[in-house]
């Protein structure tokens, strides 16, 4: 009985961090700095670390086991670097406070489990569920060997004799089970967590999304038509009017011609979602956008360098991908105020193709981030928002993803991923056909 009471325990220190990830750890800067959110992952995990080594299970044998090692592996798989290090350093300090036999060993089995979670941190969350679970599986397996070893190696250097040995070992290999359970379990719940809020995010910015395209399509034709009107006469009067007054009509014809712009954003919503799609070479498309913004790139002393590879293909709309790219493009050159490099690449990766936008310009925020694409937020003075949204709908039209990387005074870098397609004989044509929306805006 009371080795079960120490066993629920150990699973209430566990199981409150994964709890606590939805608030603490979702939403998280990816950047290796220290933040607020970091400190409260290392908070978390560290008590938990502490109450497990301070009330550990008494096994039968005399010995004596925790569950410390499942807050650092996912600590470290999930918070990154530095608080998985710091999160080891307070594990070794309370252990080294505790004292008692087997603080060496302690060490050096942690250097060995924590190796392959250090080594995944760049690449677990591209990774699927099934893998996440099979890696963890393996870690809590290395671990558990390496616990195993070290307890041996002490009985041993002791004089212990094989049966004795064995007798310690193996409640020890029992609840090893258990620990492997409880791992798994951990980051399954984790990843449930994630998804879900993955899900709502989603919801939430397609419900904004057809909110816009709704209002889009029930104002846009009423306001559009009395302007056209209104921009007709205003253009006779200039021809007619007092020289005076040339400047006022100049200034009133930029606004009706601002007013047309942000109207026709809102008319792309409104479109149906399907699209026709053609075979399209990528380099040629991003060096013509890259020529038509030449001009407007020179006007605001900025330099745009340009890398392709050549025979990459996607399918996509023509019309649409540059308008997209130009889009994004207009952005970033006006991000530079002081001039500038823009640098555009195109490349290969798998079942992608990639396209990346750089700027030097003045980066955002991770909040800043968290906004793009939604109705009506734009980081320039008199921006909308509406361009870079439809040009995340055009992007999700197409199959493809959009994630913005940006840290303040460093700059902003885009990067679209679009379904590669592979030529596979000498006589395919580049067809065309319908496809509705379905992808994912990351």
Same mark, same amino acid.
């Given at each position: 009985m009371l080795i079960i009471k120490d066993i629920l325990l150990q699973l209430l220190f566990v199981i409150v961090p994964v709890l606590l990830y939805r608030n603490v750890w979702l939403g998280r800067s990816t950047s290796n700095k220290m933040s607020i959110k970091s400190s409260m992952v290392i908070v978390c995990s560290s008590i938990s670390v502490i109450f497990a080594m301070s009330f550990p299970v008494q096994l039968?044998?005399?010995?004596?086991?925790?569950?410390?090692?499942? &807050?650092?592996?996912?600590?470290?798989?999930?918070? /990154? *670097?530095? &608080?998985?290090?710091?999160?080891? +350093?307070? !594990? #070794?300090?309370?252990?080294?406070?505790? /004292?008692?036999?087997?603080? +060496?060993?302690?060490? +050096?089995?942690?250097?060995?489990?924590a190796i392959i979670p250090f080594l995944l941190v760049n690449r677990w969350y591209g990774y699927s569920l099934r893998k996440k679970l099979g890696l963890v599986l393996l870690i809590g397996c290395l671990k558990q060997l390496s616990i195993i070893g070290g307890g041996m190696?002490?009985?041993?250097?002791? /004089? #212990?004799?094989?049966?004795?040995? =064995?007798?310690?070992?193996?409640?020890?290999?029992?609840?090893?089970?258990?620990? +492997?359970?409880?791992?798994?379990?951990?980051?399954? %719940?984790?990843? $449930?967590?994630?998804?879900?809020?993955?899900?709502?995010?989603?919801?939430?910015?397609?419900?904004?999304?057809?909110?816009?395209?709704?209002?889009?399509?029930?104002?846009?034709?009423?306001?559009?038509?009395?302007? @056209?009107?209104?921009?007709? $006469?205003?253009?006779?009067?200039?021809?007619? @009017?007092?020289?005076? =007054?040339?400047? *006022?009509?100049?200034?009133?014809? =930029?606004?009706?011609?601002?007013?047309? #712009?942000?109207?026709?954003?809102y008319l792309n919503l409104a479109k149906p979602h399907s699209e026709?799609?053609?075979?399209?070479?990528?380099?040629?498309?991003?060096?013509?956008? @890259?020529?038509? !913004?030449?001009?407007?790139?020179?006007?605001?002393?900025?330099?745009?360098?340009?890398?392709?590879? &050549? /025979?990459? #293909?996607?399918?996509?709309?023509?019309?649409?991908?540059?308008?997209?790219?130009? =889009?994004?493009?207009?952005?970033?050159i006006e991000s530079m105020g002081q001039g500038g490099l823009l640098h555009v690449t195109v490349r290969a990766a798998g079942k992608y193709h990639v396209i990346s936008i750089m700027d030097e310009g003045e980066g955002m925020t991770p909040e800043q981030i968290e906004q793009i694409g939604l109705p009506f937020y734009s980081t320039k003075e008199k921006g909308t928002g509406l361009g870079l949204m439809v040009t995340c709908r055009i992007i999700e039209a197409m199959q493809g993803t959009i994630? %913005?990387?940006s840290q303040q005074g460093h700059g902003t870098q885009v990067t679209i991923q679009l379904p590669a397609v592979y030529m596979t004989g000498k006589g395919e044509e580049h067809g065309q056909r319908s496809r509705g929306v379905g992808a994912t805006l990351t």
């Open positions: 039968s044998n005399g010995m004596e086991y925790d569950l410390r090692s499942i &807050p650092i592996i996912i600590t470290i798989l999930y918070a /990154g *670097y530095i &608080p998985g290090i710091l999160t080891i +350093l307070v !594990m #070794f300090i309370v252990r080294i406070v505790l /004292g008692g036999d087997g603080v +060496l060993v302690t060490i +050096l089995g942690t250097m060995v489990y190696v002490v009985l041993i250097w002791r /004089g #212990f004799p094989s049966s004795i040995i =064995n007798n310690y070992l193996e409640p020890l290999v029992e609840i090893g089970y258990l620990a +492997l359970i409880v791992q798994g379990a951990a980051v399954y %719940f984790i990843e $449930f967590i994630r998804e879900s809020h993955i899900i709502r995010k989603q919801i939430e910015r397609s419900e904004k999304l057809n909110l816009i395209s709704e209002l889009a399509a029930s104002v846009a034709h009423e306001v559009r038509n009395p302007l @056209t009107v209104v921009r007709g $006469f205003v253009q006779l009067l200039r021809e007619e @009017t007092n020289p005076k =007054n040339v400047e *006022y009509i100049r200034l009133v014809l =930029n606004e009706l011609d601002r007013a047309e #712009f942000i109207i026709s954003d026709t799609l053609e075979l399209l070479e990528i380099a040629h498309t991003v060096k013509e956008v @890259t020529a038509i !913004m030449s001009s407007y790139s020179v006007m605001n002393r900025v330099e745009i360098a340009c890398e392709t590879e &050549p /025979g990459l #293909f996607v399918e996509s709309n023509a019309v649409k991908l540059k308008q997209a790219l130009m =889009n994004l493009m207009k952005n970033g994630h %913005f990387q």
